[in-house]
T-cell receptor, first 113, second 111 residues
């Protein structure tokens, strides 16, 4: 079974803090994704990566950056957290192209105070 | 760019009834149409998908239909059970290298 794990289920941070969200997959997938999920807005893509050290902006990259130093790990970074970044963050991975199944982690619920 | 509209946003049915969720899109280059189910406290999970060369696909109680001319596709769940209660997302791909997700439908199956 594919397993995607996220470092925290719940996180509380202060405005202006630097926040790291970690994601690890164990299936040697090339592709990894970060989404945020908000009520009424569905899943919105923040960043994705097709290979180590490669990254592509998604639909809402502002205020975020990512890092992929190893194939199995994809990190989402909030350089200076703001209250409007309070959300559920979902990581996913897949092999191959866009038609391949994306496997999601359980999500990290981030609260920025 | 690609865009997908999903309706309804909430759906409540009695156990045993059928449920239908519909998504419409505009990009004719889209050729891959998956559906994901998200249970409470979990990430979304693929339940069924369809490619543009097929009009319908079934897997036990769930089916997806695609009308490429009208640019819409639908998820059908028959004989609903309480464990079908979840949020369902349609998505589409093919026009670009990423999936575009709908806003989700919260399905409640009442016993």
């Amino acid at each position: 079974d594919v397993k995607v794990t996220q470092s925290s289920r719940y996180l509380v941070k202060r405005t202006g803090e630097k926040v790291f969200l970690e994601c690890v997959q164990d299936m040697d997938h090339e592709n990894m994704f970060w989404y945020r999920q908000d009520p009424g807005l569905g899943l919105r893509l923040i960043y994705f990566s097709y290979d180590v050290k490669m990254k592509e902006k998604g639909d809402i990259p502002e205020g975020y950056s990512v890092s992929r130093e190893k194939k199995e790990r994809f990190s989402l970074i909030l350089e200076s957290a703001s209250t409007n970044q309070t959300s559920m963050y979902l990581c996913a991975s897949s092999s191959g192209g866009v038609r391949e199944t994306q496997y999601f982690g359980p999500g990290t619920r981030l609260l920025v105070l | 760019g690609e865009n997908v509209e999903q309706h309804p946003s909430t759906l409540s049915v009695q156990e045993g009834d059928s449920a239908v969720i519909k998504c419409t899109y505009s990009d004719s280059a889209s050729n891959y149409f998956p559906w994901y189910k998200q249970e409470l406290g979990k990430g979304p999970q693929l339940i069924i998908d369809i490619r543009s060369n097929v009009g319908e696909k079934k897997d036990q109680r769930i089916a997806v239909t695609l009308n490429k001319t009208a640019k819409h596709f639908s998820l059908h769940i028959t004989e609903t059970q309480p464990e079908d209660s979840a949020v369902y997302f349609c998505a589409l791909g093919g026009g670009s290298e990423k999936l575009v997700f709908g806003k989700g439908t919260k399905l409640t199956v009442n016993p």
